[in-house]
C-alpha cells in the first residue's frame, strides 16, 4: 500500500510539474535508485541492483531524448555528453559490480540537480516562466516509467 501512495503522489508531482521541475524530480530519482543499487549490492542482491541501475539508465536517457540540440546549443550538447557517460559508467558498474562508479554517477547528478535549484522561477500562482537556457535545452516534456 505504501508503493501505492508514493506512486501516486509521484504520478501527480509529475502530472502537475513544470519542464523544469520535471528535470529536478529526474534527477532525484536517478540518485535515489544510485543509492538503492548501492544497498542492493551491499546485501547481495544482484538481480534488485542491477534494476535499479537499469532504471538509472532509463531516467538518463529520458533526459538526453528530451533535450533540444537545435535550440540548446552547446549547452544541450554537453549535456547529452555527461548523460551518455553516466550510462557508459553505470553499465560498467553494473558489470563490475563497482559501486564506486556508482558514487561518481551520483556526484554528477548531484552537481547537475544543485545547478539546476540553482534557476528561479516565479511564485506558484504567477505563470512560470524557465530560463531560456532551461527552455532551450529541454523543450519537450518528459514522460518516463518512474515505478520501480
Do not use: C
Not at 509521484?10 to 528535470?23: F, I, M, N, Q, Y
Not at 549547452?75 to 557508459?88: D, I, N, T, V
Amino acid at each position: 500500500m505504501v508503493g501505492t501512495v508514493q506512486d501516486a503522489y509521484l504520478e501527480s508531482r509529475v502530472l502537475s510539474a513544470t519542464p523544469l521541475e520535471l528535470v529536478r524530480i529526474l534527477y532525484r530519482l536517478a540518485i535515489e535508485r544510485l543509492r538503492e543499487a548501492k544497498a542492493h549490492q551491499a546485501a547481495g542482491d544482484v538481480t534488485a541492483r542491477s534494476k535499479s541501475l537499469t532504471k538509472t539508465s532509463e531516467i538518463l536517457a529520458e533526459l538526453t531524448v528530451s533535450l533540444d540540440m537545435a535550440r540548446g546549443g552547446a549547452l544541450s550538447a554537453r549535456l547529452a555528453a555527461l548523460y551518455q557517460y553516466m550510462q557508459s559508467r553505470l553499465l560498467e558498474a553494473n558489470f563490475r559490480q563497482d559501486m564506486a562508479l556508482v558514487d561518481e554517477v551520483i556526484g554528477l547528478l548531484s552537481t547537475l540537480l544543485e545547478a539546476w535549484q540553482q534557476i528561479e522561477v516565479p511564485h506558484p500562482a504567477a505563470p512560470v516562466a524557465e530560463s531560456a537556457a532551461f527552455n532551450a535545452a529541454y523543450p519537450h516534456r518528459v514522460s518516463l516509467d518512474l515505478s520501480v
